[in-house]
């Protein structure tokens, strides 16, 4: 089963950049559909954005559209999510989950395994 490990987190100010990114053990990562995901505390999962497996295709929640932008490398086992334009409200935790597809790709139900996530705060 592969793992999952998020990295690049950190602290930025209002209007700055960081790249997040999602290294994968096996031999397998090509075959996975990606998301990410965001959580702050007491509150649920948040969708953010999603590949499908030749990185073809992308989604995002609409309050990142335009402004973050997710990518892979599948000859590093590497998922990535460009975050420009950071606000306040960016602020949580950042996940990187393998899509099941038995559920809608916005329903955290639907992701299969999870890393163990990298912070993100944003300040004003």
């Known amino acids: 089963q592969v793992q999952l490990v998020e990295s690049g987190g950190g602290l930025v100010q209002a209007g700055g950049s960081l790249r997040l990114s999602c290294a994968a053990s096996?031999?397998?990562?090509?075959?996975?559909?990606m998301g990410w995901f965001r959580q702050v505390p007491g509150k649920e999962r948040e969708f953010v954005a999603r590949?499908?497996?030749?990185?073809?295709?992308?989604y995002y929640a609409d309050s990142v559209k335009g402004r973050f932008t997710i990518s892979r490398d599948n000859a590093k086992n590497t998922v990535y999510l460009q975050m420009n334009s950071l606000k306040p409200e960016d602020t949580a935790v950042y996940y990187c989950?393998?899509?099941?597809?038995?559920?809608?790709?916005?329903?955290?139900?639907?992701?299969?395994?999870w890393g163990q996530g990298t912070q993100v705060t944003v300040s004003s």
């Open positions: 590949i499908t497996r030749s990185g073809g295709s992308t």
């Open positions: 989950a393998t899509d099941s597809g038995i559920y809608p790709y916005t329903q955290e139900e639907t992701y299969a395994t």
């Open positions: 096996g031999r397998t990562f090509s075959t996975y559909v």
